[in-house]
């Protein structure tokens, strides 16, 4: 049975047991979760089962749901995914667990212990952005370089408007 742990709020420590298909959160007295928190909405968000687990929705709130730290509008709910409807905290407990195991230890005869240690950037290093590296704040060399340009281009005009009018008068 998939399980919501109040982390924080009036009702930190509180397990609810998700036994609905579809379960209303928020601080209005019709919620099946009730929160009594000011930065809950009084129909926050909906738990509704996806599957094995639950998946969760935003219905329209003032201060938002966030999953992982991530705002959503809706997303489907992982094992300890963490769940913060305002300001109050909860844990997602579903009933499929991930099936994690440690790495079998190594039969090359290598001690990894130390594997990452001391160790600086490759020779080949570099980013793998598609945007680039990123801008260095301040102008650059180049806006130095036209603008050198435009000043000596402006006062060649003028220079050469100068001489101009100075051969017609003499």
Do not use: C
């Amino acid at each position: 049975m998939s399980k919501l742990h109040i982390l924080s709020g009036v009702l930190e420590g509180k397990i609810y047991d998700l036994v609905e298909d579809r379960v209303t959160i928020g601080r209005a007295m019709d919620n099946m979760i009730r929160l009594e928190d000011g930065t809950v909405s009084h129909h926050h968000a909906m738990l509704l089962v996806d599957g094995t687990d639950y998946k969760v929705r935003d219905l329209n709130s003032t201060n938002g749901s966030r999953v992982n730290g991530m705002r959503i509008i809706e997303t489907r709910l992982n094992h300890g995914d963490q769940l913060r409807l305002g300001s109050v905290e909860m844990r997602y407990e579903g009933d499929t667990k991930k099936a994690s195991q440690p790495l079998p230890p190594s039969q090359s005869g290598v001690d990894l212990t130390n594997l990452g240690q001391h160790s600086g950037q490759p020779p080949t290093f570099s980013s793998v952005s598609p945007f680039g590296r990123k801008k260095k704040n301040g102008p650059g060399i180049w806006l130095w370089i036209v603008l050198g340009l435009g000043i000596a281009a402006v006062v060649a005009v003028v220079v050469v408007w100068y001489l101009l009018t100075k051969l017609k008068m003499g």
